[in-house]
Each structure stands twice: as structure tokens, then as C-alpha cells.
């Protein structure tokens, strides 16, 4: 009996933890919010955050694009094949690809690369008493350090996630022509035909919303970490860790809120 | 404002950290252009008392009063014009390191011109004065084009030392300015110190476990033990005080009233 009341009482301590976490996580998001429309405004950490996320990530985001949009091609030929319905893979790449590889794909590597970086540069200046140090200069390091990295998030992986769309049909189409002899024009026209502006919307909303959520638990664990280094590398840990399974969440409801009609 | 006023009172300051009481009841007044050194073995809560000073740390308990204003009932943004007239020097220097020297140096001037509390102020113009700033804490200027990352502590000590009274701000604080430095670069860093309080007429508050530099820089001398200031005096009787607790702590005798608890 006292078994199933410590395992009750863990699992009550785990919820409220959790609500405590997503409370604390909300607020600070919406104080950095609240920095977005109230000058000053720091252009020079915004583009520097930009560049960094948009341009910087562009070889890893590319190179996985387009091998995932290979990789989709030649799947959907193995089982396409036993009914005689090639035709259908340049339909199955674009919507594979614009409505959910472009922006989960694109997402876990930014994740991994900047929201791992953001939370160690963050976390090392909070150990390192550079934080501190903003604080008694007249500037606040929400504003300062956190409000432009969401901008910047929110807005590089559109841009990311739209070379990605681009990449990946480029994947499915060179592994259909090169590798599998289909008809170049044929492959081209079947993928126009089969383009929708709304798929390729919602992927770029999408990406708003994962560029968002992975600058966010960046800087949120990296502004709360302690410790010293082992203190960082937790919180880069944690702000990767996070920022993959808040994605991956975030996919399954937009996509539930978008498509399942 | 009267002479006799303080430039900081602090009266009945309390911190805890969960059980752990910190400080318990610091009452302390730094007179307008005097420097006050805090002593204390580590853990005493001396970077503790600093930090509730600068509004870092919120206290439990007791007052802070800058000018006569009470600086903890403030909020952030009421602050503000307080943190402009206010300049430190960081133990480690907590140089930004995505940023260059010289635009760490006037970092605090452009920031309090963006929040209209300083003159405005262009990057070229800042370029200058970081330059002027650099000599004025015995560095070449060309240092200016570094990043923190390339220079040693004591030349990171220095441009925080010029990043702290870019403002020429009216108090100074120095958190364990010569920590991790050799004796004679610690000299010059204290050496600068004084130098740079005296130019500006600032009035200071440093914490250091360093009797030597203790001695360089203050005016007066304070000692924090188990949460409060239990001594204070001029720094010529720092080895004479006539408190045991003192004695101990500045002779670094192993017995006496301190305890330490050493645990293999």
C-alpha cells in the first residue's frame, strides 16, 4: 500500500515540477516578449543572431535535405513499385518534405547546432559574471540577450526550411532521374502538379514556431544555469534535449490543428 | 546634502540562502569620497553584501540607502538612473566576450545613452575614449582592437578597471581585485585603484581577502564574520586591531576564535 502511495506521490511531485518548469518558461518567454516593441533595440545582436542562425546553418540544414529527400524517393520506389505507382513518388517527395521533413529536419539540426550554442554562450556568461556585469550598466540582459536571439529564431528558420523544401525535392528528383530513369520533365511536371501553397505555408509556420521554441529553451537554460562548466554543459544538455521533444510536440498539434480536417 | 550624510547606509541587512544565513544584521556607512575595504575569510557572504548593494542579490531584510533614497525599494527601472552613477569592477573581470576591448571598455557609456541616462555617444566617438580610457589604466590604446580572450588576467583586470570608471561614475565597487594576480601585478592593479578613486573623487566599497591590498586601498576597514561587521577601523591597525577574530584572520593563525572546518 505505501508502494502505490510513494509512486502516486512521485508522480504528483513530477506533474507539479513539470507545471512549475512550463509556468517559469512562459513567464520568461513573456517578458521577453514584452521587450520586442520597447526601445532600445540591439540590430547589431539581431543580425549577428540572424547570420548565425540563417546563414551559418545553411550547409547542415542543406545536406540533410537533401539526402532525406533522396532517401523518401528511393523508400517510396521500393513499395511503390509492386502496384506500378512510380508516378505517385514525386507527389509523396514534395509533400513529404514541404509539410514535415523541410521543418522537423531542418528544426533538430538547428536545434542541436544553435539552441545548443545559444544556451553555452548565455550559460557561460551567467557562470562568468558577465550577466551580472550587463545588469549594473544600465542594461538588461533579457532585453539584450534573449529577446533578439527569439527574433532571430523565429525569423532565420522560415528562411532555413524553405531552402530545406527546395533541397529536398532537389534530393528526390537527382535520385529519381540519376539513379531510378525516370523522365526529368515527366518528374517536374508531377511535382508542379502536386505543389500546394498551403503545405508549403504551414511548413514555413511551422518552422516560425520551432525557430521560436528552440531559441527560447536556449536561452532559458542557459540563462538559468549554475555551477560553472559542468553547470553549462547541463543546461546545453537540457536546452537541446528540450527544444527536440517541444518540436516534435509542437509538430504533432499544428499538424493535428492543419491537416486532420 | 550634508557632508555628514553617508553616500551608502546600510542598516540591518539580512540574506539567507534556505538555512544558511549569510549575512545577519550588516550595518555599514561609507562616507562620500572614502573608500571602505570589506575583509572576510571565503564564504563570510562579503560578494553577497556587494551584490545586495547593486541590486543583484534581493535581501531579506534591513536597508540600502544611496544618497539618503532607499535603493531596495526600487524597481528595476527606477534603478536605472542609480546603476548609471554606479561602476565595477568584476573579480574575474566578466570582460563580454563577443565583444571587442574597446567596445567592452565603453560598453556602460553607450548603454546609458540608449537608456537616456548619459550623453549620446557614436562608435567612433567611443572608439576615442576607450582609447583615453586604456591609458588612463596604463594599457596601449591598440589593445583596444583585442579580444578579451587574448589578454592575460591582470590586463583583463585592467580593462575592467577601465570599463568600471568609463562613466567616471560616484561609487565604485572591486570584487577580489587581486585574486588570481601575482604580488606585484596585484600592486599595480591597487595601484590603479587608488589612483582612479582619488581622480574621480568616487567613493568606494572593495572586498578583498588580500591584507596587502587591503591596506593599499582603503580609508577604512571593515571585517564581515558569521553574517555581520564586527570590526572596523583604519587600515594602519589591521594587524593591531584588538578584536581576536581580526588578529587571527589577518596573522592567518590556525588557532583562534575562527574555526575552520577542514574535512579529508
Excluded at chain 1, 533595440?41 to 539526402?67: D, H, M, N
Excluded at chain 2, 544558511?20 to 561609507?30: A, I, Q, R, T
Excluded at chain 2, 553584501?49 to 525599494?73: F, H, K, M, N, Q
Excluded at chain 2, 576597514?221 to 591597525?237: A, C, K, N
Amino acid at each position: 500500500m505505501n508502494g502505490i502511495l510513494d509512486f502516486i506521490a512521485g508522480l504528483g511531485r513530477a506533474v507539479l515540477d513539470i507545471v512549475r518548469m512550463a509556468g517559469r518558461v512562459a513567464l520568461f518567454a513573456a517578458v521577453a516578449l514584452s521587450h520586442v516593441v520597447r526601445p532600445p533595440f540591439y540590430w547589431r545582436t539581431l543580425w549577428g543572431t540572424l547570420v548565425e542562425i540563417g546563414f551559418f546553418s545553411l550547409p547542415v540544414v542543406a545536406l540533410t535535405a537533401l539526402f532525406s529527400g533522396g532517401v523518401i524517393a528511393l523508400q517510396s520506389y521500393t513499395g511503390f513499385a509492386q502496384y506500378h505507382a512510380q508516378n505517385a513518388i514525386a507527389g509523396i517527395v514534395i509533400l513529404a518534405v514541404t509539410r514535415e521533413l523541410g521543418p522537423v529536419l531542418a528544426g533538430l539540426m538547428v536545434a542541436g547546432r544553435v539552441g545548443a550554442a545559444m544556451s553555452a554562450e548565455i550559460g557561460t556568461m551567467r557562470v562568468t559574471d558577465q550577466i551580472d556585469a550587463l545588469t549594473t550598466m544600465s542594461t538588461n540582459p533579457i532585453k539584450y540577450l534573449v529577446t533578439p536571439r527569439l527574433v532571430a529564431g523565429t525569423l532565420a528558420l522560415p528562411f532555413l526550411v524553405l531552402v530545406a523544401d527546395i533541397l529536398g525535392v532537389l534530393g528526390g528528383f537527382t535520385v529519381c532521374v540519376m539513379k531510378l530513369d525516370f523522365s526529368a520533365s515527366a518528374y517536374i511536371t508531377a511535382t508542379i502538379a502536386s505543389l500546394k501553397v498551403m503545405d508549403v505555408t504551414v511548413g514555413l509556420v511551422k518552422a516560425a514556431i520551432f525557430g521560436f521554441l528552440i531559441a527560447l529553451m536556449g536561452c532559458y537554460h542557459g540563462y538559468h544555469s549554475r555551477g560553472g562548466a559542468e553547470g553549462v554543459g547541463a543546461a546545453t544538455t537540457a536546452a537541446v534535449v528540450a527544444a527536440s521533444i517541444l518540436l516534435l510536440t509542437f509538430d504533432y498539434l499544428l499538424t493535428d490543428v492543419f491537416f486532420s480536417q | 546634502m550634508s557632508d555628514a550624510t553617508p553616500k551608502i547606509r546600510i542598516r540591518g541587512l539580512k540574506k539567507a540562502f534556505g538555512p544558511k544565513v549569510v549575512l545577519d544584521g550588516v550595518d555599514l556607512d561609507v562616507m562620500g569620497g572614502t573608500s571602505f575595504v570589506v575583509i572576510g575569510g571565503s564564504g563570510t557572504g562579503k560578494s553577497v553584501l556587494l551584490r545586495c548593494i547593486l541590486g543583484l542579490i534581493t535581501p531579506d531584510a534591513g536597508s540600502i540607502e544611496i544618497d539618503g533614497v532607499d535603493v531596495t525599494t526600487l524597481s528595476s527601472r527606477q534603478r536605472e538612473p542609480y546603476m548609471a552613477r554606479i561602476g565595477m569592477l568584476f573579480q574575474n573581470g566578466a570582460l563580454f566576450d563577443s565583444l571587442s576591448v574597446w567596445e567592452n571598455v565603453t560598453f556602460g557609456l553607450v548603454a546609458a545613452a540608449r537608456a537616456g541616462h548619459g550623453p549620446r555617444i557614436t562608435r567612433a566617438q567611443a572608439r576615442v575614449r576607450a582609447g583615453a580610457l586604456l591609458e588612463q589604466v596604463g594599457m596601449d590604446p591598440a589593445v583596444g582592437a583585442l579580444s578579451p580572450s587574448e589578454l592575460s588576467g591582470g590586463m583583463q583586470k585592467r580593462v575592467g578597471l577601465a570599463r568600471a570608471i568609463a562613466a567616471r561614475p560616484e561609487i565604485l565597487f572591486f570584487d577580489e581585485p587581486t585574486t588570481g594576480l601575482d604580488p606585484i601585478m596585484g600592486a599595480v592593479i591597487d595601484g590603479l585603484i587608488a589612483d582612479c578613486v582619488r581622480k574621480l573623487g568616487s567613493t568606494a566599497i572593495a572586498i578583498t581577502h588580500d591584507m596587502a591590498s587591503a591596506q593599499r586601498i582603503g580609508d577604512r576597514v571593515g571585517m564581515l564574520y558569521e553574517g555581520r561587521l564586527i570590526w572596523q577601523g583604519p587600515p594602519s591597525t589591521l594587524f593591531d586591531s584588538g578584536n581576536p577574530v581580526v588578529d587571527q584572520f589577518t596573522h592567518g593563525r590556525r588557532e583562534g576564535p575562527i574555526k575552520i572546518d577542514v574535512r579529508s
